[in-house]
């Protein structure tokens, strides 16, 4: 920069030597491209970067989704707010992920998801005047991050297992008897609901309904949606529509070809959400 500048190497050194909040920055640019519209999602992903040598502070191995393996560079966790009604989303914030030694040092169950609970509770104040709202992939769909994200007052929407266990939440009055209260009905057979148990949502491209159930990773209950395309008895090759109706909150609706089965989590109610897809 210094050499292609009327500026010295020694001022771009000192100015990079500040401190800037790049958060209230990005935010500021953020409100200007997308306006004051309600309908925002907080987005957060772990992006691997792939880097050689030693001596680069934090590389280590990390989870390189392209590659579909762990592969030896540095890792950082993206922060962007999503704009639903222009479909586009904004960066925040970019922060570094420490490697397997400084989690370590931090005590014995300190682990990468208390870590990103750190980054999330760091941004908290300046994120919940956006959006109480939080999308995140998989990887985060683990009671530890739920519980504490929803503690902070976010409502978390994430993918969950294929092969996630499911249960008829149990509305029945308790009988008084000893033993611990029932908390969970039948388990869910998404080739043949209840209907009685389902409550019809207006979606397009497919049917979709809405079912209170009992997540056994979660130990809670949750809101699962099913959605049913159309596809004429074919598989459906359009990407997934994936709508939330948070009882406090409009429509919600989000795109991705590579989620199958998602749920959320409102920090104000016992009960919250899941996606699934069905092809």
């Not at 050499?3 to 953020?30: A, H, T, V």
């Not at 922060?95 to 208390?114: A, F, I, R, S, W």
């Not at 949606?225 to 948070?246: D, F, M, N, W």
Request: charged fraction near 30%.
């Amino acid at each position: 920069m210094g050499r292609y500048s009327d500026s010295s190497e020694q001022r771009f050194r000192q100015l990079f030597e500040r401190e800037f909040d790049w958060m209230q920055f990005n935010l500021f640019l953020m409100r200007q491209r997308f306006g004051e519209s309600v309908r925002k999602a907080i987005a957060i992903d772990a992006s691997y970067i792939s880097k050689s040598g030693k001596k680069t502070p934090y590389i280590g191995k990390f989870w390189s989704g392209c590659a579909s393996q762990v592969k030896r560079g540095l890792e950082i966790l993206g922060i962007g707010i999503v704009d639903i009604d222009s479909r586009d989303c904004m960066t925040l914030r970019a922060e570094q992920t420490p490697d397997k030694g400084y989690l370590e040092k931090q005590g014995e169950d300190y682990n990468l998801v208390d870590w990103y609970l750190d980054v999330l509770r760091k941004y908290k104040d300046k994120l919940l005047r956006i959006t109480r709202y939080v999308v995140a992939d998989a990887w985060f769909s683990k009671a530890k991050f739920v519980g504490e994200a929803c503690l902070m007052g976010f409502h978390v929407i994430s993918r969950l297992r294929d092969d996630a266990a499911l249960w008829y939440a149990h509305d029945g009055v308790r009988t008084g008897k000893r033993g611990r209260p029932r908390i969970k009905g039948e388990k869910i057979d998404f080739e043949k609901l209840d209907l009685q148990r389902c409550e019809v949502l207006d979606i397009e491209r497919g049917k979709a309904y809405s079912i209170k159930a009992y997540s056994k990773a979660m130990k809670r209950n949750i809101k699962v949606v099913a959605h049913y395309p159309e596809s004429g008895g074919q598989k459906s090759i359009s990407p997934p529509i994936l709508t939330c109706r948070p009882k406090t909150s409009s429509n919600t609706t989000v795109q991705d070809s590579r989620l199958s089965f998602a749920f959320g989590i409102p920090s104000s109610s016992p009960d919250s959400m899941i996606v699934r897809q069905e092809t």
